[in-house]
Every structure is written in C-alpha cells, then in structure tokens.
C-alpha cells in the first residue's frame, strides 16, 4: 500500500494513511476513461432540441394554385417547406443522447482516475475540512494553506458551511463522495479527499 501524508487546513503534517492498491495503483488505461467520460458528458446532454414538422404547422392543406398552366412552379398546400412558415425538414427531434457503459467499466475507470492522481502527485488527503462559518475569504485562505487552488475537494458528509463558502470560487467544487465521478476527477488540476473518503472508497471499489 502507499502511504501518503495528512494534513489540515493549514498545510500542516498530523498524520499518515494507508492507501489500498487496488484503488490508488491501477495501471491507466486512456481508452477506458475516454469511453466512460464520454458517456457520461452524452448523460449530461438535454436532447430536447426540436423543430416543427410540415403535420406540426398550422396553416390549410388546400393546392395553393393548379397543378399546370400557370407559368410558375408547382406547389402544394401553404405548410411546404420551401415556403416561409413551413415545415422543416430533416430537422432534430427529442431524443437520448445516453451511452451504455458496463458497471465495472465505470468502476474500474473510477480507480484509473484516482490512481492516475495519486502517480502525478496531485492528491491530497486531509484531516477534515471544517468551518465555523460560511465565509469565502476563510475558504480561499484554506484552500491556499493547502495548494489547491484548481481543485475537487471530496466530503464524507454534508458539509453546508464548507458547500455554500465555496459555490462562488472559481476553479473549486466541492463534492460528497456518492457524487464522485471520473469526469470531476480529471477535469480538475489537484484532487483533495477527507480522510474519511478513503475508508469509504475502499468499501465503496474495493470489491
């Protein structure tokens, strides 16, 4: 198992922590994120993009002039798509933008993701992250202590101080770790875990 230092919200050493590799020491496989963090960026698509058809516009069905003998071209009825106010044609409809990905894909992705941070040193592990207030400025101070100013930080529980003091820093999300996802661990330059996190990961992907 590595170990690695903990720390608190000063960016002082308290202690150390066992890190189980079968989580923080899989061998990183791009294709295997590429494919979950592609599915997952398709789930997060709304798909309701949707024009109204020539049988969705209102208007007559009526010939708008015969057929022959006028000298123009032939047209059927006023909802024609070569008309202004027609109908479009081969426009969207509602639809799943939605990518099957097996469960253990996902999972196995999750570990690559974490290991993939513990191997280029951006993962930090604290102590706790508690605060007695919600105020920005004490959590931009935190999160300088602790050298993480592009950062997911992972919660074991709600933390409504610690959530409603960061919502308006940029380039920082703070996550419960039910919520924790490859996409958010790699987007973000530094990752920082509560202790806790770590014993509930390895209940969590440790099978």
Do not use: W
Request: charged fraction near 30%; aromatic fraction near 4%; glycine fraction near 8%.
């Amino acid at each position: 198992m590595a170990t690695v230092e903990v720390i608190n919200i000063n960016g002082e050493k308290v202690s150390e922590t066992e890190l189980p590799e079968a989580i923080f020491d899989i061998e990183v496989k791009p294709a295997v994120l590429h494919q979950v963090v592609i599915a997952q960026l398709a789930g997060r698509r709304a798909g309701t993009a949707s024009v109204k058809r020539r049988s969705d516009v209102k208007g007559s069905t009526r010939k708008l002039y015969r057929q022959k003998g006028t000298g123009r071209a032939r047209k059927g009825d006023i909802k024609s798509p070569i008309l202004r106010g027609g109908g479009v044609v081969f426009g969207p409809s509602p639809r799943s933008h939605e990518k099957k990905v097996p469960k253990k894909m996902k999972r196995l992705a999750l570990k690559m993701a974490l290991s993939s941070k513990l191997a280029s040193k951006e993962l930090v592990v604290l102590d706790s992250f508690e605060m007695e207030r919600i105020k920005t400025k004490d959590f931009v101070r935190a999160i300088e202590n602790i050298d993480a100013g592009n950062a997911l930080i992972v919660t074991d529980q709600k933390n409504e101080n610690l959530e409603l003091s960061s919502r308006n820093v940029k380039g920082v999300k703070v996550l419960r770790q039910e919520g924790l996802n490859v996409y958010d661990v790699l987007k973000y330059e530094k990752l920082v875990l509560l202790e806790p996190v770590v014993r509930a990961l390895e209940g969590r992907l440790g099978q």
